[in-house]
């Protein structure tokens, strides 16, 4: 390709090779992001549907905790996000892409003043919704773990379909914690324990991570040295649940699952001062679960060479129950956390996984009521979600005119919107959105069913069901290598370092420049067909970065476009140059 010459925003080489860093956001940068109109302090309100003997919404006691939690914060707060911010933020966090150009275009030309209520829960119940949570999900507890004892896509389809039908938080962890790998209905939910090898010692400190928030590996050999609040009870306590268990291959179908035995203690010494000690099943501070009197037979089937273990009495099984009891206030605080960082950028606590005494919420009160209200709301996401989406905290402008260090007070105040790195799936799919690759892609499928499929095409063609369906699995292979590419280890992540490799990569992959060509459908080829640099400008900028251009970037457009004798090269340069810049990066 000809030298990159489109200087309209900041490209991949000084985004990435410079090292840019979400840690750095603090500073206010806006990314050329043109400055909001005029905005309302205060979102527009839904109709009223409580009566005067209810209680205010979460959203409202939310926002009403964080301003008060900051004696200046009207002086540190960003108004209302202008709708341009707003529609691209809420389709990355609740459908895992940016909205397309029609999307935003109806969304900005929509006069509601409860559009944004409406948005939300149509993307809330949409199948993409699904998906992202899929991903969100799978990052969390697999944390991009490459295993073979259970297919990916089984699992993944598992958690999909879970979020589909909106399952609650603790039926999903039940359903892990007590899977075994046997039951074929469930063996995808099994996928935690077979791939990690169901290493006892493994399991063990990613479920006090994962499922509680506390980082107990300092403490397996002796109580936590520099965190009083972490003992070496429990880590053995957590343990002590999967001790008997162990990994069990199926003679006839080669299947791992899990085995138990009836019998076996955990006992422990510390390496510091020798002291030894016992456990029962527990759960952090929780109190222990002891044996009940054995049963007069020990085992539904005694383990042997060939026979799977099943003891009468489980202590696997009660793993999940102990998890998921009202008294386990862990449990909850953890996951609305983990929703909180999800959402905002970053968690009322953090690191995620090292919350303890010394390391306090940001704002306990917030913590707390997002605790209650969760299990009160018998642990529904999609209603957590919700809530946090209504709130004029999430729903802040990024954009600041404060100085450096009054921008890092308002965003540990919550007091403005974070930046918040794309996710490599939320990457992935956006750019394939934004180049209108998925409208190559639908187009052909669509096609391929009606001659298939003559008389089932037009209901399925109208299905949004199907239209997801088919667009993961054409694309699948495609998003595949990209997220491979932009993917790091570990599991959810509030931070972003960029490597050189990605930047080449979008310098020269095979799949953005295939994203690129001007095929019937993308948006390279509809940018070809108008004849208005003016038009043009407003198109490229609302397809890829969900805004209409600044007068200067349209300027930038006219000029490039009359600098270029190849105006097909010309549009792919510029689409590119957009589809590489810091602001398509972030979520902001």
């Known amino acids: 390709m000809p030298p990159r010459r489109f200087q309209t925003i900041v490209v991949l080489a000084s985004m990435l090779i410079a090292g840019l860093r979400y840690g750095a956001q603090t500073e206010g940068a806006d990314f050329n992001v043109p400055p909001p109109p005029p905005l309302p302090t205060s979102i527009a309100p839904a109709p009223a549907e409580q009566t005067e003997s209810q ?25 209302v996000s202008s709708d341009e911010e707003f529609v691209r933020r809420i389709y990355l966090d609740l459908a895992g892409t940016i909205p397309t150009s029609e999307q935003t275009k109806a969304f900005l030309k929509d006069g509601s003043p409860v559009k944004r209520e409406a948005l939300i829960d149509r993307l809330l119940g949409s199948p993409q919704h699904a998906r992202r949570m899929q991903y969100v999900f799978d990052e969390m507890l697999m944390e991009r773990r490459v295993g073979t004892d259970i297919p990916a896509t089984d699992w993944q389809a598992w958690l999909r379909n879970s979020f589909r039908d909106n399952k609650p ?28 090898k169901f290493d006892i010692d493994l399991v063990t400190r990613d479920i006090g991570r994962v499922f509680l928030g506390v980082d107990l590996e300092c403490a397996q050999c002796h109580d936590h040295p520099n965190i009083d609040d972490y003992l070496q009870r429990h880590y053995y306590g957590l343990s002590a649940f999967l001790k008997r268990s162990y990994l069990f291959t199926d003679s006839k179908s080669k299947k791992k699952m899990l085995g138990e035995k009836a019998e076996g203690d955990v006992k422990f010494t510390s390496v510091f001062t020798s002291e030894e000690g016992q456990t029962d099943p527990r759960v952090l501070n929780l109190p222990g679960i002891p044996d009940p009197e054995p049963a007069k037979e020990l085992y539904i089937a005694k383990p042997a060479g060939k026979v799977r273990g099943i003891p009468a009495y489980s202590r696997r099984m009660q793993f999940a129950k102990a998890m998921i009891t009202e008294d386990n206030v862990d449990f909850r605080t953890n996951i609305v956390n983990r929703l909180w960082a999800l959402m905002m950028g970053r968690g009322l606590v953090e690191p995620l996984d090292i919350r303890h005494s010394e390391n306090a919420p940001s704002n306990p009160e917030v913590l707390k009521l997002l605790a209650n209200e969760f299990l009160a709301h018998n ?13 004029e905290t999430y729903q802040r402008s990024s954009i600041t005119s404060l100085n450096a260090t009054q921008a890092a007070k308002a965003a540990d105040a919550f007091a403005r919107g974070l930046l918040k790195p794309i996710s490599p799936e939320q990457l992935a799919w956006s750019s394939v959105v934004a180049t209108e690759f998925t409208f190559v892609t639908m187009n052909a499928q669509e096609a391929a069913l009606k001659k298939a499929e003559p008389e089932a095409a037009a209901v399925k063609i109208h299905d949004p069901l199907w239209r997801e369906e088919t667009l993961r699995k054409t694309l699948k292979s495609e998003l595949d290598v990209v997220v ?18 990605q930047a080449l990569f979008l310098i020269n992959g095979p799949n953005v420049q295939k994203w690129l060509q001007p095929q019937d459908g993308a948006l390279t080829d509809r940018l070809q067909k108008l004849d208005s640099p003016t038009e043009l400008a407003e198109e490229l900028y609302v397809a890829v970065l969900s805004r209409p251009p600044t007068d200067d970037e349209t300027t930038n457009v006219e000029n490039y476009l009359q600098s270029i004798s190849d105006r097909p090269t010309a549009i792919r340069e510029m689409t590119w140059a957009l589809l590489s810049s810091a602001e398509f990066r972030f979520n902001h």
């Open 169 to 196: 938080w603790n039926q999903l962890v039940t359903e892990i914690l007590s899977a075994d790998g046997a039951d074929e209905k469930l063996r995808p939910a099994a996928k935690f324990y077979l791939d990690r």
């Open 484 to 501: 491979a590419r932009f993917a790091g280890q570990g599991g959810q992540k509030t931070s972003f370092e960029a490597t050189a490799d």
């Open 379 to 391: 642990y529904d996401i999609r209603w957590l979600i919700r809530e946090l989406a209504l709130t």
């Open 55 to 79: 209680t205010e919404p979460l959203r409202t006691d939310i926002d009403f905790l964080i301003r008060s939690a900051t004696p200046n914060f009207d002086s540190l707060a960003a108004p």
